[in-house]
């Protein structure tokens, strides 16, 4: 793969310039919505990851979640909170119930070596287990 495509979703203004800001020092070309309507607009074009913010105002949050769902998005979504990891895991089986792939949440502020670790696994998904 070449250099990865991510979405940060996030309604902090400083949060999607600074996730932004690490995501490209890794390599990744990086497109950022802060409410459901630009993320509808950002949905249109292809993207590897999607970096959702779990704590948005008001049905945000959601609505976000339902245009996901809606445009059946096969490009794994990753979390971002500083919410409890309970929480977080919580709301990842629920994601993963409606179909969304998830990958392993990330909590705020996230560390650059977390956000690579990320990438990292975009361009080597893990093997199948050859038992299944």
Known sequence: M???????????????????????????AVSTAGTPD???ERLQQP????????????????DCVALFAACAVQAPICLLSGSGTQTLDT????????GLRTVPPLTKPARIDALAALLASLQHPAEPDPGS
């Open 2 to 28: 070449n250099s990865a495509r991510v979405l940060v979703v996030d309604d902090d203004a400083d949060m999607r310039l600074l996730m932004s800001a690490l995501l490209e020092h890794l390599g990744a």
């Open 38 to 40: 630009e993320l509808a």
């Open 91 to 98: 709301e990842r089986a629920r994601l993963d119930a409606l």
């Open 47 to 62: 993207f590897d990851l999607a970096l959702l913010d779990l704590v948005m105002p008001g049905s945000a949050y959601p």
